[in-house]
Nanobody
Framework: QVQLVESGGGLVQAGGSLRLSCAASGRAFSSDSMGWFRQAPGNKRELVVSISWNADITSYADSVKGRFTISRDNAKNTMYLQMNRLKPEDTAVYYC????????WGQGTQVTVSS
């Protein structure tokens, strides 16, 4: 059973930055494409960025392109999301999972951006 633990969220003013971390335990994720998802109140959970198993391919939703950067450290079984120039519309609970959301969801980390 894989366990995913997200961390690094918080309250930040618009224009600020946060760095999220996703730690996986229970199995190595080095062979999996991974993604960061987010869910705002009243909205469906959406994939905002993904990264291939060896980090050579990344894909960003238009809403975050140029502001967010995904990375991973397979040796540490950890994935990161650097979020810059945050906007109030980025406010959501952020989750990590395989790109196909194959694993059990973690608790997520709340990101709140004030205007």
């Amino acid at each position: 059973q894989v366990q995913l633990v997200e961390s690094g969220g918080g309250l930040v003013q618009a224009g600020g930055s946060l760095r999220l971390s996703c730690a996986a335990s229970g199995r190595a994720f080095s062979s999996d494409s991974m993604g960061w998802f987010r869910q705002a109140p009243g909205n469906k959970r959406e994939l905002v960025v993904s990264i291939s198993w060896n980090a050579d391919i990344t894909s960003y939703a238009d809403s975050v392109k140029g502001r967010f950067t995904i990375s991973r450290d397979n040796a540490k079984n950890t994935m990161y999301l650097q979020m810059n120039r945050l906007k109030p519309e980025d406010t959501a609970v952020y989750y990590c999972n395989t790109r196909g959301s194959n694993w059990v969801w973690g608790q997520g980390t709340q990101v709140t951006v004030s205007s």
